[in-house]
């Protein structure tokens, strides 16, 4: 027997669009990512997969984006749980900026260190300047952190993973991990084992809903690497997330 999990990345979201690094700063979709996160739950409904519970990060380019998948697969209804351990990945200082301007400014080997590579964090925030989420009422009293490369992305979404989305995948239900481009790439490095260098070459496209098996034993996939609903579409735009910023 295998539990089945869901990953979607958020639609495009308006700073996706415009290309500034975003990070834990809260944007709406723009309208061709409300058409994608629709499209994503008419994918879940063609493929007969059907979500029992829904896992969110506490950033509206997730949340919106599960709703209207779920609104459009007629399951708007199922549970929802949400945490900032799901939130993408805290771009510190380089919330708000352009990613063409900071490639151009710091060099393409900064610019990739701080946007794919594991372990090196971009500059930390400045508390309570305009992109900083320090007075945040929905973050009080959590351990926030002021930048993160992946590496804190896993260590601090894994604790979630281990508590309350394994116990949902265990009890036999079908799980809706509706999250982000850097959270969903810590989600799959721990899953499929992947390496620290290869998860830099590793692009999540948005709203394309990613299916996953898992070993019921192991919590392993059956199909490494997961199984997009729309491949096609995913390779794409998986190109397009790639090439952010050139
Ligand atoms: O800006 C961000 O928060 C992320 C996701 O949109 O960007 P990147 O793909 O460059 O990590």
């Known amino acids: 027997m295998t539990y ?7 639609g495009e979201s308006e700073w996706n669009a415009k290309n500034l690094f975003t990070g834990w700063v809260d944007v709406p979709l723009s309208e061709k990512g409300t058409e994608e996160a629709k499209r994503g739950g008419a994918l879940l409904t063609e493929a007969g997969v059907s979500p029992d519970v829904l896992h969110t990060s506490l950033l509206r380019r997730a949340i919106t984006t599960a709703n209207l998948a779920l609104d ?13 351990r799901l939130n993408e990945r805290h771009y510190g200082d ?10 151009d400014q ?8 701080w946007r794919r590579s594991y372990d090196v964090p971009p500059p930390e925030i400045e508390l309570g300047s305009e ?4 007075a ?5 009293g959590e351990p926030i952190p002021r930048s993160e490369a992946l590496k804190q992305v896993l260590d601090r979404a894994l604790p979630y993973w281990e508590s309350e989305i394994v116990p949902d995948l265990k009890a036999g239900r079908t799980v809706l991990v509706a999250a982000h481009g850097n959270s969903l790439r810590a989600l799959v490095k721990h899953l499929d084992g992947v390496d620290d260098e290869t998860i830099a070459g590793l692009n999540i496209p948005t709203g394309i809903p990613l299916v996953y098996e898992l070993d019921e034993e192991t ?3 059956t199909n490494p690497g997961g199984t997009y609903l729309d ?8 190109a397009a997330v790639a090439n952010q910023g050139k």
């Not at 459009?72 to 900032?84: C, E, F, Y």
């Not at 380089?94 to 490639?103: A, Y």
């Open 131 to 134: 992109y900083s989420q320090d």
């Open 4 to 10: 089945t999990l869901v990953l979607l990345r958020h």
């Open 231 to 238: 491949p096609e579409a995913a390779k794409d735009a998986i």
């Open 94 to 103: 380089l919330q708000g900026k352009d990613k063409k301007q900071v490639r």
């Open 106 to 113: 710091y060099g393409e080997e900064q610019f990739m260190l």
């Open 219 to 221: 919590l392993k996939p």
């Open 72 to 84: 459009a697969a007629d399951l708007h209804w199922i549970p929802v749980k949400r945490s900032w």
């Open 136 to 140: 945040d009422p929905r973050y009080a």
